[in-house]
C-alpha cells in the first residue's frame, strides 16, 4: 500500500475528536483538570496528533467565547421551564439558543477530525456523545468506542452494612432507590447494541490501559486506575492507538471469514 512509507508515523498530523459525558459526570471540575481526555490527550500528541477537546474549545474569531464549556455551564439548566406562556418561551428560546454555540463548534470539531474516540459508560446519560458518533459515522469516520465495566461496590457495602444491621426499613428505602434511579450493573462492559452496527465490531474497547504508561507521561493514580486494576481491560484503548501508528489495522470479515483490510482508516495514510 502507498502508506508502507511512513509505516510507524500514521498518527502524526492525525486530528482525533474526544467525545464523551460532560453534563452528568460525578464533577465536572475534576472531569475537565483530572479526566480520561487529559491523559488521552497526552498520549496522542506524543505521536504528533492534534487534539480537540470539548472542554478547551478553540477560539472564534471576533465572538468572544463563543461556545465555551466549563464547569458554570450545566448552570445554563436553571433557566429551562416548561412554563406554557411568552416568559416560559423566551426562557426555553434563551436556553437553545445559547446552546446551539457550543454543539455547533463541537460537531464543527467532528466534522474536521479524522477520528472519534467515545467514552460512553452505560451508568452515565449522554445525548451530546451518540450524536457525535452518528455525525461521524454518516461521514465514514471511525470511532473507537470505550465502554468499561460498571460497577457499584458503594452499593454492595451498603447492602451489607443494612444486612448485618438487620435494618428492614433501610433495606427497603436502598431497594426503592435502586429501582427508581436505575442502577444498573453492567460488569462486562457490554454497550447498547445498536452501537454495534453504528460503530463497528472491530472498534469497541472496554479500558484506556493507562497502567502502562504512568512513568513515560508522569500521571498520579486517581479513582479511574483503581477502577482499571480491578478490572483490568482485555483490550485496551491506548495499546491499539500505539499499534495503529505502526499499522492500519485489519477488521473481521463475516463473510469472508478472515481479517480484512479495514477501508474506514486508509485515510491516515494521506497523513503521512
Known sequence: MSGSSCKGDFLKNTRVYLSGPMDFVASRAEEKKFGWRVRVGDFLRSFGATVFDPWDKPKVRGLHEYGKEDVATINLREKWTFNDSEKGAQERAECAQTFWETMHIDLRMVDISDVVIAYCPTNIYSVGTPHEIVTARQQH?????????????????????????????????????????????????????????????????????FTDYYKKFGWSE???????KAYPPKRPLLKFLENLNRSLPKKWSTHEKKYVQDDNWLLLETNC
Open 222 to 228: 486517581g479513582p479511574a486506575d483503581k477502577h482499571e
Open 141 to 209: 469516520k471511525p470511532v473507537l468506542f470505550v465502554s468499561t465495566p460498571v460497577t457499584f461496590p458503594a452499593l454492595d457495602e451498603l447492602e451489607e452494612h443494612l444486612q448485618k444491621q438487620d435494618d428492614k426499613e433501610g433495606r427497603k428505602l436502598l431497594n426503592h432507590l435502586v429501582q427508581q434511579v436505575p442502577i444498573k450493573t453492567n460488569p462486562n462492559g457490554v454497550p447498547s447494541l445498536w452501537y454495534l452496527p453504528l460503530v463497528g465490531g472491530h472498534n469497541f474497547f472496554d479500558g484506556f490501559g
